[in-house]
């Protein structure tokens, strides 16, 4: 097992089936893993806990992953959202990287892809906040 203790991930997506397989592998991966299977109690954790990131399902049975998106945006901007999709179409994958998510992944998901998505994301994560701290350090001086 990798160790990524302090990485919180939240899966959000309807599909149990879909859902806790992807959970159980990112787990084995050292990954902090909370799931929900839609954007109510998606939105109750990220109010009570910081993801580094939110992997969510574009079609959700209250609401769509955009709007989800939306949500995480004003909530804390540090956090990365990754969007997955039975549905791909190139209108749709345009329109979540135009709200901001990091990447959009079809489904069945390529476990590895999910992976790859994964690191890059946190790699920029880190990287952002590395920026913040060093401009909070010269505004300080």
Do not use: C
């Amino acid at each position: 097992m990798r160790r990524n203790n302090n990485i919180n991930i939240l899966i959000v997506d309807d599909e149990e089936d879909m859902r806790e397989p992807l959970g159980d592998i990112l787990r084995e991966e050292g990954y902090q893993i909370v799931t929900v299977e839609n954007k109510t109690l998606a939105q109750k954790k990220i109010k009570e806990n910081f993801f580094n990131i939110v992997l969510a399902d574009l079609m959700l049975p209250d609401d769509t992953g955009l709007d989800l998106l939306e949500h995480i945006k004003k909530t804390n901007d540090e956090t990365i959202a990754i969007l997955m999709t039975g549905f791909a179409s190139l209108e749709t994958s345009i329109k979540a990287m135009n709200a901001g998510a990091f990447s959009y992944i079809q489904k069945p998901v390529n476990v590895e892809e999910v992976k790859m998505a994964i690191r890059k994301a946190l790699k920029v994560q880190k990287l952002s906040l590395d920026n913040k701290m060093l401009l909070d350090r010269k505004s300080v001086v």
